[in-house]
DNA sequence: AAATACTTGACTATTTTAGTCGGGTATATA
DNA sequence: TATATACCCGACTAAAATAGTCAAGTATTT
């Protein structure tokens, strides 16, 4: 199991924003100096991010994203799925009946891949961007 | 994130042979046949899991595996740390002070996937293979 | 002797990941 | 209004990981 670089660099960006001022553009390329991640990969996340309303953005000169909701209030499984990162621990179709080897029934081992992937949802679903903040930040 | 079929074939073959008495050794061909899952993949597992202790070899006609201790006794954390098969959520190397990308420190994400990493290991940790046999199987 | 079943390293096709590239558009400021 | 800044967005690609397969065995039972 691994988590992909996708995940986390959204993470650290967005986690590296919530340290501004909530209505001060911040720009992809200090982001990208700051975190030390590419600025074309942060481009391509930030379009997602953006598409599912996590943020938000301001063009031109001195512009750049802006959290569109307080850290408090965006869950980790918000950004994951705004990555389409899903915890994928079964080998089937959930909708299908079958199995996840085409076979007739779901396997023996099915159960106990559903709980993990309740289990590691449940984490994210529980880990808000402001739980990412010492609390000297979280006063700013 | 997302679980190989290692591990999900590892699983799902102890779990079919621990429906069996113990010291009954069980072919891979009949593994591979009731769960449709590759014979010489299973091959390549087996050795590991051999290797790692969790089950016994028995040559030659009407041999097979059997498991080296009872399923009570298995957790399913061995049987990754047997595959080879571990989780991983950081970017940076565990022993090194440097973060992710290699800069100076570790990021300020770290502590949060150091956290999940703990949060999934403690499932497998948990779980063992009598855990997913049913009530009727356990009697057995 | 023959069949069964484990042994073990090496090899390979496919998929996924981790980015890059290119050619835009919108806005602020000089 | 020119220019620089910074977002926009689809398509592309190299590299790594995954999911197996292949080959050439050896040990044991019947
Ligand atoms: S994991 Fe769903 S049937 Fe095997
Ligand atoms: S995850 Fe360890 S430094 Fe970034």
Redesign the pocket.
């Known amino acids: 199991m691994?988590l992909?670089?996708?995940s986390r660099?959204a993470v650290m960006a967005l986690a590296d924003m919530s340290k501004f001022p909530l209505n001060n553009?911040?720009?992809?390329?200090?982001i990208s100096l700051r975190q030390s991640?590419?600025?074309?990969?942060l481009?391509?996340i930030?379009?997602r991010l953006?598409?599912n309303d996590i943020v938000k953005?301001?063009?031109?000169?001195?512009?750049?994203?802006v959290l569109k909701r307080d850290p408090k209030n965006i869950k980790l499984s918000e950004i994951f799925k705004a990555l389409d990162q899903r915890v994928k621990t079964v080998g089937c179709k959930k909708e299908s009946k079958k199995g996840c080897n085409g076979k007739s029934a779901k396997c023996i081992t099915h159960e106990l891949w559903d709980e993990l992937e309740i289990y590691i949802n449940n984490f994210f679903e529980n880990k808000k961007l402001s739980d990412l903040l010492s609390t000297e930040e979280r006063i700013n």
Do not use: A, M
């Open positions: 691994k992909n670089t996708k660099y553009p911040v720009s992809l390329r200090d991640i590419s600025l074309l990969y481009e391509q930030f379009f953006k598409k953005s301001v063009r031109g000169t001195n512009g750049g994203y």
